[in-house]
């Protein structure tokens, strides 16, 4: 592939990630102006972000296997249309029923983004660049990250919660047209068929998990209700992992988990994102509703994490060459999970100030570390199976933050007495919150570090590369 069409290929995975990830942030930061203006129950609010995360979540894997089979290009642009127009659809919505659905179906073109951003930049671009374009991709989506929060604000200030959709439009637009235009096609030609039953015992056991832990606000642990879905939950889940092992071409091959460097990955990534959820909804929601920010204020508050967040992730590739990328997500975790223990210490009366160490450690860990995440999980699978396995590694990252934030959330309930309505009780839940949030992102640092990242790794990639290195070496020697 010719540079400047790389260039081009690079840009539209950027825009899909940017757009992922300001869809994030900034949906966070106008949660208090949705839950005024739609009148939404604290437990429902939690469904504006969940309603999108969990089809994400569930289809990730099917996006995966869509594309390496369809082709990549081309589900790749069908999952811009969708996101696209379901952003409209969010934005005309007028109720919160309505925007529920509507992120929910606007989740199911994200499933179909996801995974193809990697796998198509894995593609496009040689071994010893991919390192680099993934840093420019992460960098890029940071910023979507990072400027969600003040672009919310300011358009909140000005407009109204709606025009947070809005914004995607004509992000959307752009990157369809970049796909259509400049990107190659690229497939599998041993792609697995469509899993669908497979989809439908994995979407359906995250539901039941998801809707058990957020009605924890009005159903008690041990209310049939809860046991119930519960138990559901489980079954289903255990018939997922049954189904797929048994299944000629299973939507979840469980092989990959075989290989070290690949399960730690997709562990560090759940934890990791299953804090970082339940810390950008409790910090927006005390920022707003407690200390009295505006909206745009808290936007730009958050770049005291945003922009040390902008500042690493470009340094990634070279942090991961001189240091190993275990190593980079071994530090980058332990000082995410302690900004986040930092936010615990938070009352009503702190100043911001006393929050800014927490965001910059954010920030930095998290700038660090999920480059590297990335770089040790798709550098354990074969290229040509870059799909699935980019889709097994974003699911991780959904299923997280879908049960993090749920889970969470029903922590601070409980630990609030049941019930976050008032000041008080909000603040005593958020700190039990960013407790145990930050105990997860400390426990992906520990787990890195007990995978001994100085084992050879057997996975097939390397020991092709092991193979290879050992010819040029006997080829170079004289005679």
């Known amino acids: 592939m010719s540079p400047g069409r790389q260039r081009w290929t690079l840009l539209a995975t950027c825009f899909s990630q940017f757009?992922?990830?300001?869809?994030?942030?900034?949906?966070?930061?106008?949660?208090?102006?949705?839950?005024?203006?739609?009148?939404?129950?604290?437990?429902?609010?939690?469904?504006?972000?969940?309603?999108?995360?969990?089809?994400?979540?569930?289809?990730?894997?099917?996006?995966?296997?869509?594309?390496d089979r369809y082709g990549r290009k081309r589900i790749f642009a069908i999952g811009f249309a969708l996101f696209t127009i379901f952003s409209v659809a969010c934005a005309l919505s007028t109720s919160d029923h309505m925007l529920i659905a509507f992120r929910a179906l606007q989740g199911v073109g994200a499933a179909l983004l996801a995974p193809l951003?990697?796998?198509?930049?894995?593609?496009?671009?040689?071994?010893?660049?991919?390192?680099?374009?993934?840093?420019?991709?992460?960098?890029?989506?940071?910023?979507?990250?990072?400027?969600?929060?003040?672009?919310?604000?300011?358009?909140?200030?000005?407009?109204?919660?709606?025009?947070?959709?809005?914004?995607?439009?004509p992000i959307g637009v752009g990157g369809l047209v970049a796909t259509l235009v400049h990107v190659r096609e690229s497939r599998d030609p041993g792609a697995r068929r469509l899993d669908l039953v497979g989809?439908?015992?994995?979407?359906?056991?995250?539901?039941?998990?998801?809707?058990?832990?957020?009605?924890?606000?009005?159903?008690?642990?041990?209310?049939?209700?809860?046991?119930?879905?519960?138990?559901?939950?489980?079954?289903?889940?255990?018939?997922?992992?049954?189904?797929?092992s048994r299944h000629p071409d299973p939507m979840l091959p469980l092989e990959f988990f075989r290989r070290r460097a690949f399960t730690i990955a997709n562990a560090d990534y759940a934890l990791m994102y299953a804090a970082l959820a339940g810390t950008l909804f409790f910090v927006s929601l005390f920022f707003q509703n407690i200390k009295g920010f505006s909206a745009?204020?808290?936007?730009?508050?958050?770049?005291?994490?945003n922009v040390p967040f902008l500042l690493v992730s470009p340094l990634a590739g070279r942090l991961q060459g001189r240091f190993g990328p275990q190593r980079v997500v071994i530090i980058?975790?332990?000082?995410?999970?302690?900004?986040?223990?930092?936010?615990?210490?938070?009352?009503?009366?702190?100043?911001?100030?006393?929050?800014?160490?927490?965001?910059?450690l954010v920030g930095v860990g998290y700038g660090a570390a999920v480059p590297a995440v990335s770089a040790v999980a798709m550098g354990a699978i074969e290229v040509e199976r870059a799909g699935v396995a980019s889709g097994v590694l974003n699911t991780a990252r959904q299923v997280g933050q879908a049960v993090g934030l749920a889970a969470l959330g029903s922590i601070a309930a409980a630990a609030a007495g049941g019930s976050l309505s008032g000041s008080g009780s909000f603040v005593d839940g958020m700190r039990v919150a960013m407790l145990v949030g930050g105990v997860l992102v400390l426990a992906a640092s520990v787990?890195?570090?007990?995978?001994?990242?100085?084992?050879?790794?057997?996975?097939?990639?390397?020991?092709?590369?092991?193979?290879?290195?050992?010819?040029?070496?006997?080829?170079?020697q004289p005679g």
């Open 19 to 67: 757009m992922i990830l300001l869809d994030v942030t900034i949906v966070n930061v106008a949660l208090p102006s949705i839950q005024r203006e739609l009148d939404v129950t604290p437990g429902t609010l939690v469904w504006t972000i969940n309603a999108y995360v969990l089809p994400l979540a569930a289809f990730i894997l099917v996006g995966g296997t869509l594309g």
């Open 117 to 169: 951003s990697l796998s198509i930049l894995v593609d496009a671009f040689e071994p010893e660049r991919r390192a680099w374009a993934i840093g420019i991709w992460a960098t890029i989506a940071g910023f979507g990250f990072g400027l969600g929060p003040v672009l919310g604000g300011a358009l909140i200030e000005i407009f109204d919660w709606s025009a947070i959709f809005w914004v995607n439009v």
């Open 199 to 244: 989809a439908a015992l994995a979407s359906g056991a995250l539901f039941c998990l998801t809707l058990a832990l957020v009605e924890t606000d009005d159903h008690a642990w041990t209310s049939a209700f809860t046991l119930g879905f519960l138990g559901a939950a489980v079954v289903l889940g255990a018939a997922f992992l049954l189904f797929e």
């Open 296 to 305: 745009l204020e808290t936007g730009v508050s958050w770049l005291t994490m």
């Open 332 to 360: 980058g975790a332990l000082l995410g999970g302690l900004g986040i223990l930092v936010f615990a210490f938070l009352d009503a009366g702190s100043p911001f100030i006393a929050a800014v160490p927490g965001y910059v």
């Open 447 to 476: 787990l890195t570090l007990v995978g001994d990242p100085r084992r050879r790794d057997t996975s097939p990639v390397h020991a092709v590369e092991r193979s290879a290195g050992a010819r040029d070496r006997r080829r170079a």
